[in-house]
Nanobody, 115 residues
Framework: QVKLVESGGGLVQAGGSLRLSCATSGRISIVAMGWYRQASDKDRELVASIGVGHRINYGDSVKGRFTISTNRAFNTVYLQMDSLKPEDTAVYFC??????????WGQGTQVTVSS
């Protein structure tokens, strides 16, 4: 089965940076990867996604501050987060989507930004 392992979360001060990684394993045909986040008392929202054709989408709240990228094999996705704000505090979930539009999710990693 597909397995996603996230890393890189932690506690930082406002204005700081973090880099999240999500490594995938298993024999899958991935067409898109990305990140969602869920803050306390809020719905899960899209942070960024990247397709196999290098189509990239960002949530409005992170444009200009976050950058999504992948390795050449397209089995690891990264999220570089700069100029972090307290409102970025959330659990960040990695996901992959295959050719049948089936999604697999990681367990999530906590990002906390102090003011």
């Amino acid at each position: 089965q597909v397995k996603l392992v996230e890393s890189g979360g932690g506690l930082v001060q406002a204005g700081g940076s973090l880099r999240l990684s999500c490594a995938t394993s298993g024999r899958i045909s991935i067409v898109a990867m990305g990140w969602y986040r869920q803050a306390s008392d809020k719905d899960r929202e899209l942070v960024a996604s990247i397709g196999v054709g290098h189509r990239i989408n960002y949530g409005d709240s992170v444009k200009g501050r976050f950058t999504i990228s992948t390795n050449r094999a397209f089995n690891t996705v990264y999220l570089q987060m700069d100029s972090l704000k307290p409102e970025d505090t959330a659990v960040y979930f990695c996901y992959t989507r295959d050719f049948s539009s089936r999604d697999v999710w990681g367990q999530g990693t906590q990002v906390t930004v102090s003011s």
